[in-house]
C-alpha cells in the first residue's frame, strides 16, 4: 500500500509543477497573464501597491495558491529534520528559476513580489501539511489504543 502512496505523492507533486509551469510560462489574456509587454521589478511589495485592486487580488491570491500544491507535496516528501527549511527553500529557488526564465519571454513580467508571495505559498501549504499530519497521526494513536 504505500507504493501507492509513494506514486501518487509523485502524481500530484508533477501535476502541482505542470500547473505552476501552465500559469507561469503561458499566456491567459482572461486573467490579464500575458496580455501586455512584459518587464522586471526588482523592489519588493511596489506591483502589489501599484495595480488596480481587482488585479492586485488576482495577482496576490494567484500567486500564493499556486505554489501551496507544491508546499504540501514537498513536506510530504521531505523528511522532518529541517522540513519548514527545504520547503522554503525549495520554493524560493523554484519561484526564482520561473521568475529568470520569465526574463526571456516578450510579455511576461519578472518580478521580486512573485517570489515573495510563491515562497509563501510554499510556506502555507506546508501549514496546511501540518493539519493534515497532526490529523492523521491522531487517528493512529487512538486506532492503536482502541486495538
Known amino acids: 500500500m504505500r507504493i501507492y502512496k ?73 523528511k522532518k529534520q529541517y522540513r519548514i527549511f527545504k520547503v522554503i527553500i525549495t520554493g524560493f529557488l523554484f519561484s526564482l528559476t520561473i521568475e529568470v526564465f520569465q526574463l526571456f519571454l516578450s510579455k511576461r513580467w519578472t518580478d521580486v513580489d512573485d517570489i515573495i508571495l510563491n515562497t509563501l505559498g510554499s510556506f502555507l501549504g506546508y501549514l496546511i501539511f501540518l493539519i493534515i499530519d497532526t490529523r492523521v497521526n491522531h487517528k493512529r494513536k487512538v486506532n492503536t489504543i482502541l486495538e
Not at 39 to 50: D, S
Open 6 to 78: 509513494k506514486k501518487a505523492l509523485n502524481i500530484f507533486l508533477a501535476s502541482s509543477i505542470l500547473f505552476i509551469f501552465y500559469f507561469t510560462i503561458f499566456n491567459h489574456q482572461s486573467l490579464g497573464i500575458g496580455s501586455n509587454a512584459g518587464g522586471i521589478n526588482l523592489k519588493p511589495l511596489v506591483t502589489i501597491k501599484m495595480v488596480p485592486f481587482k488585479e492586485m487580488i488576482i495577482n496576490t491570491l494567484g500567486n500564493l495558491v499556486l505554489f501551496v500544491p507544491y508546499g504540501i507535496c514537498i513536506s510530504f516528501k521531505c
